[in-house]
């Protein structure tokens, strides 16, 4: 039985990106990016909503230059060898190897996929991860929180649930990032 689990890259305040849809304030340094990579080490399927797949999906070839780092090679290869399914009505077509596309978000089908995963199952993007987030059927939240106030823009969570949660893990940076884990508890 798998387990859902969503994980963000964002700002103390709870943005994944500013007013203006601004991210490069994100983006992993090195140690940051090897150690996200081995918590992404358990996914076998990942989830998406239609905007994360459109930044994400460079990795179908991003990091297999002899020039990339050794993280973002690793981080690509991970990325190729999983299923993806990406949740838009607005999408015609996905072109990534290992993935489709879905036109609805349906719990009850995504939770049977869950349940019947071998490893863990990832969802991103807030808005799609906030469909099940109120649907109740997310298992863990991780968050990277990075040591920057953006003020405004997309919130890494809906503003419109509340859900218990507990901590399982913490991780702090020499850069300022610190990673928090949660359990949903239920």
Known sequence: MGRLVYTSIGSLDGFV???????????????????????????????????????????????ESPEAM???RDYGELWRSRDKVVYSRSLASVDTTRTRLERTFDPVAVRRLVDEADGQVGIGGPELAAHALRAGIVDGIEYYANPIVVGSGTPWLPRDVRIGLRLVDQHEFGCGVVHLAYDVVR
Request: aromatic share 14%.
């Open 70 to 72: 050794p993280v973002e």
């Open 17 to 63: 990106a500013d007013e203006h849809g601004d991210f490069d304030w994100s983006a992993p340094d090195e140690e940051v990016h090897a150690y996200l990579n081995e918590r992404e080490r358990p996914v076998t399927v990942e989830l998406y909503g239609r905007r994360l797949y459109e930044v994400l999906k460079v990795w179908e070839t991003y990091g």
